[in-house]
């Protein structure tokens, strides 16, 4: 039947073939869609490393891009530290054992950094720095972000950073100077990879070279594109910047720099921020994305496509060399920018202007914290006043908690040892003549792992 069909075909001409008319109009519209598909899909990432052993700190883990890295991370056997903003809730709790389980990795955790507020990222780092013994870190990538809709007011966060700013670029900047110590005490032989993502629309941000981050000059409420690529084009200054200085940096084995920082442009994906910047964060936005699916079905990738060019910043065997972070887009490293990617005295002048900016915004906030503990009676210095003066000997007790204290207090000054029940029988016991045996110093147990 096939064979009949063609041989009519070529002797009697196409017409003979069943729906002819139909195949003649549909099929080329078909093969154009699918080769768009193709071809908006993006390059595929061909290299790989064993991840087994390496430690990741991932930003944005949760959702769209971030979660398919994390993905690719846990599957290859990566232990993936997810910094977010909520840690106890359900979803997170169910997101992180459906990690767990669908990557057969029991080596992802997450832990709490809200990227909204400095002091947050500051707690997360000083934890993570908080350890004797060195940290392992095999790399950093940050994919959290921000992205404010259409006609929403300026937004600002409670350190008086505008939202996007903070989360995109601040966040990002004081996470990973703080991190630095930590990367530099990683062995020669560790091959360290930071990878900041970026987006096409930082070609629509504007640097203001008086108003750096976006706070004296009027919100673009109906372009708010243009912060949001202004706060992803400081970040990838911040990339450039951060590779040249982790390359002077003189390590005491003088071993040469081991740290690769790339910023990466995924491609446009069909993620949650897509989802709510194309709906305007609008139920009517919303119902006009459904209906226009198809189109960004062909014209979007998804977030594995999207991952390809972050796994090559991850994976890609030791890039050539280079005087700041590599620009890498479809799984290449680009060769040209913009101008403020090359320009080292713009970077240093950002660099010092936001150093200065989350100095000042941090003590503020400080400042504010301790007010608001204040108000709220949660003051330390005032609690520790309270607390001695519960525990003064020369007065007598009135309340049951002034009576602990006292207790307590007494205990202290003759050194009697606190909650062990045993030592502390064993002690009366002397004390009232009953048994002459001597109290045995406590013995140090052994460490739970
Ligand atoms: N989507 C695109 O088309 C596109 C294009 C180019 C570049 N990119 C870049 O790719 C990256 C990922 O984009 P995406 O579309 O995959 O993003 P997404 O799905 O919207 O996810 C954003 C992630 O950031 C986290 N996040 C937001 N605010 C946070 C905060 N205050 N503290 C901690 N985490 C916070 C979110 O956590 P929650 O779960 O708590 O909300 C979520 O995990 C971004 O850097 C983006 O600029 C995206």
Redesign the pocket.
Same mark, same amino acid.
């Given at each position: 039947m096939p064979i009949d069909i063609l041989s009519s075909a070529i002797f009697d001409g196409p017409e003979t073939i069943p729906g002819w008319s139909y195949i003649k109009t549909y099929v080329p519209i078909v093969t154009a869609l699918g080769a768009a598909k193709y071809y908006f899909g993006g390059s595929a990432n061909t290299s790989d490393r064993n991840m087994h052993g390496r430690v990741f700190i991932v /930003? @944005? @883990? /949760? =959702?769209? %891009? @971030? +979660?398919e890295v994390v993905y690719q991370l846990a599957q290859r056997g990566a232990q993936v530290v997810l910094? #977010?903003? %909520?840690v106890q809730d359900q979803w997170t709790v169910d997101f992180i054992d459906d990690m767990r389980e669908k990557t057969n990795n029991n080596l992802v955790f997450a832990e709490l950094? $809200? %990227?909204?507020?400095l002091h947050s990222v500051r707690q997360f780092a000083t934890t993570w720095l908080d350890s004797s013994t060195p940290r392992r870190l095999d790399g950093v990538v #940050?994919?959290? +972000? $921000? #992205?404010t809709p259409r006609g929403s007011a300026r937004s600002v966060t409670v350190d008086g950073a505008e939202r996007q700013m903070a989360?995109?670029y601040l +966040?990002h900047y004081h996470l990973l100077t703080l991190l630095r110590p930590s990367m530099h005490v990683q062995p020669p032989d560790r091959d360290v990879r930071i990878v900041l993502? /970026?987006?096409? =629309?930082q070609a629509l941000g504007p640097i203001d070279r008086d108003d750096f981050l976006w706070e004296k000059r009027a919100y673009p409420q109906n372009a708010p594109w243009k912060v949001?690529g202004a706060s992803?084009l400081l970040l990838g200054i911040f990339g450039r910047l951060l590779q040249r200085d982790l390359l002077a940096y003189e390590r005491p084995d003088s071993a040469p720099c081991n740290i690769q920082v790339s910023i990466v442009?995924?491609?446009?994906?069909?993620? +949650? =921020?897509?989802r709510?910047a194309l709906s305007f964060g609008t139920i009517w936005g919303l119902l006009l994305y459904i209906l226009l699916f198809p189109v960004w079905f062909i014209f979007?990738?998804n977030?594995y496509e @999207?991952v390809q060019s972050v796994l090559f910043a991850l994976f890609a065997p030791v890039f050539g060399p280079h005087d700041g972070g590599n620009l890498i887009q479809e799984c290449k490293i680009l060769t040209k920018g913009r101008e403020e990617y090359y320009d080292y005295e713009l970077q240093d002048q950002i660099f010092k202007y936001t150093a200065e900016a989350i100095d000042t915004m941090e003590r503020n906030s400080a400042i504010e914290r301790k007010k608001e503990e204040k108000r709220l009676g949660l003051d330390k210095v005032n609690e520790k006043k309270r607390v001695d003066k519960m525990r003064d000997l020369s007065q007598k007790p009135t309340t049951t908690e002034e009576l602990e204290q006292k207790l307590l207090a007494m205990r202290e000054l003759m050194n009697f040892p606190l909650g062990n029940p045993k030592i502390e029988a064993e002690v009366l016991a002397q004390a009232s003549g009953r048994e002459t045996k001597k109290i045995q110093p406590k013995k140090k147990g052994k460490r739970k792992l």
């Open positions: /930003t @944005g @883990g /949760t =959702s769209g %891009l @971030g +979660a910094l #977010c903003r %909520l950094c $809200d %990227l909204l507020l #940050c994919c959290a +972000a $921000d #992205c989360v995109n +966040a993502t /970026t987006c096409s =629309s949001y992803k442009n995924p491609g446009i994906m069909r993620t +949650a =921020s897509t709510r979007f990738k977030s @999207g």
